[in-house]
């Protein structure tokens, strides 16, 4: 006979959630911790991925066509807002600390 109070290594892997009785977390389940950080590491990858591509279009352009300003304009706007994506992907993917 096992003794299971004794966390698997699944679980001690897995960030900790505290639900509490009663509280309502919507689409949040807690079984799903592990679904949801592998989609954070995929959206990760996908952006970073997005974001150097922006990058070399950008030195490509201002290299070459130094006159589209309005394009290396929008692609650097652009390449910001996915920087802030980045950003609060990996904020999403770090657990919430309570001092």
Do not use: C, W
């Not at 960030?15 to 509490?20: E, F």
């Not at 389940?29 to 591509?53: M, Q, S, T, W």
């Not at 922006?54 to 490509?60: E, F, G, K, R, Y």
């Not at 980045?86 to 770090?94: H, T, Y």
Request: proline content about 5%; overall charge negative.
């Amino acid at each position: 006979m096992t003794d299971t109070s004794e966390p698997t290594d699944d679980e001690k892997k897995r960030p900790k959630t505290l639900l509490r009785s009663g509280e309502d977390d919507g689409p949040y389940d807690k079984d799903f911790d592990g679904a949801n950080d592998e989609a954070l590491v995929i959206r990760l990858a996908i952006l970073e991925e997005e974001h150097r591509d922006l990058d070399a279009a950008i030195t490509s352009l201002e290299q070459n066509s130094p006159y589209e300003r309005l394009t290396i304009a929008r692609l650097k706007k652009k390449k910001l807002q996915l920087k802030d994506e980045i950003g609060e992907v990996k904020d999403a993917m770090l657990p919430d600390i309570i001092a």
